[in-house]
């Protein structure tokens, strides 16, 4: 099980935020909320990871709920090029491996 | 910085016909990990090492075995590859956990016939 809930797809239009929810309402303490992309085909790559707290760097930032149950990955300005499948993930075990579900589809429009 | 390189980039297997999957990285990481992605679905784990000479296995490691006999390098080998293997496969490594996250090769597309 992913222990996360995503919404399968999702458009927004080029130059605005783009807000991507995520639910992971199973989360326990210790666990991660990770970020990931995948363009077309490519391997997947690293966005953002947070714990308890918000982040930013300079690709996204992670809006984590007090309760963590919920997090909310932004782009602030999308571009063409933000077109991918976002996963959001949440490590559960103790050597730190992921488990992926399905993702959100993120169709930037012109 | 060349990061973490897959080959082939492509293959196309018999029924019965074994194989390995290279995968190299030159970042000095500890951790490298084998994950398949079938057709419209998240990646799948199948083994992972958390150093040289630590293998363990993850979700789907039937059909497949890694060594890690050094840091660098991390082969997965197909034992007698099945139709059910057809997919793609990645690699990834990170220096730390949670650290930055995994850096993930370009991928193996693998068909089985």
């Known amino acids: 099980d992913a222990k996360t809930t995503q919404p399968t797809s999702m458009d927004c239009a080029e130059g605005r935020a783009a807000n991507l929810p995520c639910n992971h309402s199973t989360i326990s303490g210790n666990e991660y909320v990770y970020w990931y992309r995948q363009i077309h085909s490519q391997g997947p790559q690293y966005i953002i990871h947070?714990?308890?707290?918000?982040e930013t760097n300079e690709m996204a930032s992670l809006i984590i709920t007090e309760d963590r149950k919920s997090s909310t990955l932004i782009l602030p300005h999308a571009t063409l090029r933000d077109t991918a499948v976002y996963y959001c993930?949440?490590?559960?075990?103790?050597?730190?491996?992921?488990?992926w579900g399905a993702g959100t589809k993120l169709i930037i429009k012109p | 910085n060349a990061g973490v390189t897959q080959t082939p980039k492509f293959q196309v297997l018999k029924t019965g016909q074994s194989m390995t999957l290279q995968c190299a990285q030159d970042m000095n990481h500890e951790y490298m990990s084998w994950y398949r992605q079938d057709p419209g679905m998240g990646l799948r784990l199948i083994h992972y090492s958390v150093g040289a000479g630590i293998t363990d296995q993850g979700e789907v490691p039937n059909g497949y075995n890694v060594s890690r006999s050094t840091t660098e390098d991390f082969p997965l080998r197909l034992l007698s590859a099945a139709p059910s293997q057809t997919s793609v496969y990645f690699c990834?490594?990170?220096?730390?956990?949670?650290?930055?996250?995994?850096?993930f090769g370009s991928g193996t597309r693998l068909t089985v016939v």
């Open positions: 947070g714990l308890k707290n918000n």
């Open positions: 993930i949440v490590k559960i075990d103790s050597n730190y491996q992921l488990i």
């Open positions: 990834a490594s990170s220096y730390s956990l949670p650290g930055d996250g995994y850096t």
